[in-house]
């Protein structure tokens, strides 16, 4: 299938208007939240929450024998909760360090997750197969009450977004002034990691527990890139998301069926190294012509400055001097001289120059700037 | 004028693991009072705010506020942190920080309006950042980001300020502004009390000055407690200040 039928099986699939819009969702809901982890520098949070997710799923299946997802995802969810409060506990009873309680965590709970896995595998039980989808996702199997659920979670997260705008964001800058202004910060950490957890078990379906925390932090970081705004970067994020979810899937469904949740990621991935590079702000092509050009900028006014105290000595500031004097100063080139020249500071005549009004004007003010900060 | 107590802390211990980091604190502070706490690098005098605010929980004593507990006089009481203990690179503006400062009036859900903007922008007229209202925060530098802080407890118009460390890196023009700024706010009879690092300008800034080191080594008006014995118990070493009076 190449992508124009693609895009026209879009509208005419149910199968495939359902993976797309779930993984669309699916990528917003995840974009949104996953800046709020990147900003309160809680990277490894979402690997964390999405491994310690794995032995629920195992342990839901065991107990009921059935293989619902609604059920499996319920018991990712409670082990999900659980590994993220052992977290908490772990970090604010012990003083470990939060990346230490994080991987450890993570670790203790995806093992315990395998060793159930296998253990499932060995029983002889037909429904047994299919369980590992978790582990690495299979967006195929979404079925249309799967992206209902989405779009009931990222409902609710938006109006809790909405609502909890103000201390969301103060929470997210200032911890400790929080608490002085009254607000209960325990409660406002403890809704925002809640949302984060369900997203991250709604993505276990599609994406799997292994890739599940590029969703996260993908978007956001990419976001974080174009904007000073939270506003504007949780929006950004959620866009990213979105498209990585609409991307993803029409690649791997065009292209021989490829493994949707790991075409996601990457295409996530590509938006994150778009936005490295190319941000106008804080991307690093941009940087670097900046730095080209400051670095250009200086030489030309290291050389209109000399020219302005030679200039200075003599009462008609447009009095000629010889270029060769110039030859004294190191910095000097043909080409800043034809700059200068260009931008009608200077004038040449013959093996003269001089220079203009506006050089002139040019030159006193760049000098005074210039002691002005050496002050 | 400095009859009321307006803090009031007894027998305040605190510890982040076993040993305590504030033993067995004893304060008095008069309405009123522009007061340095000083002691050395890990001395406690963060914790001790952070415990005076409820951001720390003591494991004995007891704190009181115009003799209530502090959860029942918040609105009383405005926080600058030290500036080290946010990350500046966080996606948002001069003015959207200072605004944070009408948070805890508002309350929750309820957001910022042009009420809340105003009060915000004539904090920040106060401590000349107006112009820099629009700024990110990551584009300001450590005197301004400092500065910031300092409107954002202004916004909360208080009757008693904490502030740590409020001249930390900052050049000494912006060290007279910050001054003159808590000048005022005395002379409205505000209390006010800063961590405060060079001793040279305890006297000249301060009328009131505890000494502490895990204890408190003393408390009470500059002129009297301000003197190389007190300074030698809390440095340890034989400290010398020329007292420039
Ligand atoms: N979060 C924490 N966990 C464990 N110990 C801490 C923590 N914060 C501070 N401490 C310890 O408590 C003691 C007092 O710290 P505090 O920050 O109150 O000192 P300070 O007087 O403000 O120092 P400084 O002048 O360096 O700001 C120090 O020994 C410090 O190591
Ligand atoms: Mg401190």
Redesign the pocket.
Known sequence: MDITEYIKLVFTDYTLRTITLGTAILGAVTGMLGSFAVLRKQSLLGDAISHAALPGIAIAFLITGAKDSNILLLGALVSGLIGTFWIRGIISKT?LKSDTALGLILSLFFGFGMLLLTFIQKQPNANQAGLDKYLFGQAATLVESDVWLMSIVTGACLLVLLLFWKEFKILLFDADYTKTLGFNTKFIDILITTFIVLAIVLGLQTVGVVLMSAMLLAPAAAARQWTNSLGIMVFLAATFGAFSGVFGTAISASQNNLSTGPVIVIVAGVFVLISFIFSPSRGLLFKQIRFIKNRRDLQLHKTLSFMYHIAETHENISHPHAIKILNNFQGFTKGTLQKLVRKNYVKLEGSMWSLTTEGFKTASNLYNQQTENNE | MKNNIAIKVDDLTVA??YKP?LWDIDLEIPEGVLMAIV?P???????LIKSILGILNPIAGSVSIYGKSYEKQRALVAYVP?KGSVDWDFPTTALDVVMMGTYGSLGWIKRPGQKEKKLALEALEKVGMLPFKNRQISQLSGGQQQRIFLARALVQDASIYFMD?PFQGVDATTEIAIINILKELRKANKTVIV?HHDLQTVPEYFDWVTFLNVKKIATGPVKDIFNDDNLTKTYGINYKVSIQE
């Open positions: 003083h | 982040y693991n980091v002691g690098n890990g001395a406690g005098k963060s914790t030290q460390e961590v």
